[in-house]
């Protein structure tokens, strides 16, 4: 039999950093238990992150500290599908680090990085930031 494979959307991640007593939340708790010993597969994206990410902090009032450890706790499941997973985890480490830049910013950024550009184009002048990406205006 195969394992079975399943996309996470963030309500489910967001539910989970919340940490409820609830029986939704146990569901969870379970899932990521099978996903923990490759029972099951989940794949989620950057932007389910973003999502998560925006919600927690602004709407629960969740630091990014402690969202961002969860996170990775997340990513570093075996049954965890994350394309990209090294451009997440430097911008989870910029997220906290730099508090004005929203994950987006801070995943931009991270993204120039691994490419192996050393500019990005915005008006946002925060995106200045890092000393080996310079920001430009068009």
């Known amino acids: 039999m195969s394992t079975p494979e399943t ?35 989940i794949h989620l994206s950057a932007t389910v992150l973003f999502e998560a990410a925006f919600v927690v902090t602004r709407r629960y009032d969740i630091s990014r500290e402690e969202a961002a450890r969860a996170f ?14 090294m451009i997440i985890t430097d911008t989870l480490d910029l997220w906290v680090k730099e508090t004005p830049l929203s994950f987006a910013d801070c995943y931009h950024l ?29």
Do not use: C, W
């Open 7 to 41: 996309f996470l959307d963030s309500n489910v991640l967001v539910e989970f950093l919340l940490n409820k007593h609830t029986d939704e939340a146990e569901r969870i708790r379970n899932l990521f238990r099978r996903v923990a010993t490759q029972d099951e597969i």
């Open 72 to 85: 990775k706790r997340l990513i570093a499941l075996p049954g965890v599908r994350l394309p990209e997973p």
């Open 110 to 138: 991270m993204l120039t990085r691994h490419l192996g550009l050393d500019a990005i184009y915005t008006f946002d002048k925060k995106m200045g930031r890092l000393p080996d990406i310079t920001r430009r205006e068009p």
